[in-house]
């Protein structure tokens, strides 16, 4: 199993573009990379995967260098609604996967 | 679709009281497990299931109890609750095919062992 590491907290400002990047240098050649966002007194919503290059969806975008030994999160212009707890995962989705969380990234946004 | 519904929401127990905690999903998924936040820290594992009448143990198991008697249901029993296990519990499920790491998880339920 890949284990991942990232920061444990981090702060921006509104409108600012924040990336958190996430080390998995042992990543395995079927891992996907999943981040989920996980709000104060909600359990973790799934935000984004991806598995090399770049992924983009609605509410983020996944860079994901040639070698995936790591990944990094951006979240474009970010609100105050976008303080939550950020996490890194790493796992075959054809396996039998078992989501393993560590502590995540706390990331708060400031007026 | 309500996804995956825990009951209760909230509970307090007392030492050595047991309770069980429900988990329900609509999304025919065949995975499904029990995690346990304390604050300030991540999710940890306590047990999963890959299927209907599977269980196995996670990183946290000890004090707890799980059966999967039907496919949309994970139960978690506590049957000595202790103080330790004052925490807030998220169920969650996911399905093996198509993206599946993608897990679906609970509104929580909060327990306060006094």
């Known amino acids: 199993l890949a284990k991942t590491t990232q920061p444990i907290s981090m702060d921006s400002y509104e409108g600012q573009e924040v990336n958190i990047t996430c080390s998995h240098n042992?990543?395995?050649?079927?891992?996907?990379i999943t981040w989920y966002q996980q709000f104060p007194s909600q359990g973790p919503r799934f935000i984004i995967q991806?598995?090399?290059t770049k992924v983009t969806n609605e509410v983020a975008s996944l860079f994901i260098p040639a070698d995936r030994k790591s990944s990094t999160l951006s979240l474009p212009r970010v609100s105050l609604s976008d303080t939550a707890v950020y996490y890194c995962?790493?796992?075959?989705?054809?396996?039998?996967?078992?989501?393993?969380f560590g502590r995540g990234t706390s990331l708060i946004v400031h007026p | 679709n309500a996804g995956v519904t825990q009951t209760p929401k909230f509970r307090v127990l007392k030492t050595g009281q047991s309770m069980t905690l429900l988990c329900a999903q609509d999304?025919?998924?065949?995975?499904m497990y029990w995690y346990r936040q304390d604050p300030g820290m991540g999710l940890r594992l306590i047990h999963y299931?890959?299927?209907?009448?599977?269980?196995a143990k996670g990183e946290v198991p000890d004090g707890y109890n799980v059966s999967r008697l039907k496919k949309q249901n994970f139960l978690l029993g506590l049957e000595s609750a202790a103080p330790s296990q004052t925490s807030v519990y998220f169920c969650?499920?996911?399905?093996?095919?198509?993206?599946?790491?993608?897990?679906?998880f609970g509104q929580g339920t909060r327990l306060t062992v006094v």
């Open positions: 969650a499920s996911s399905s093996p095919t198509g993206r599946g790491t993608e897990a679906f």
């Open positions: 042992n990543i395995a050649t079927n891992d996907y």
């Open positions: 991806g598995y090399k």
């Open positions: 995962l790493v796992g075959d989705p054809g396996g039998s996967y078992i989501p393993t």
């Open positions: 999304m025919n998924h065949e995975y």
């Open positions: 299931s890959v299927g209907e009448g599977t269980t």
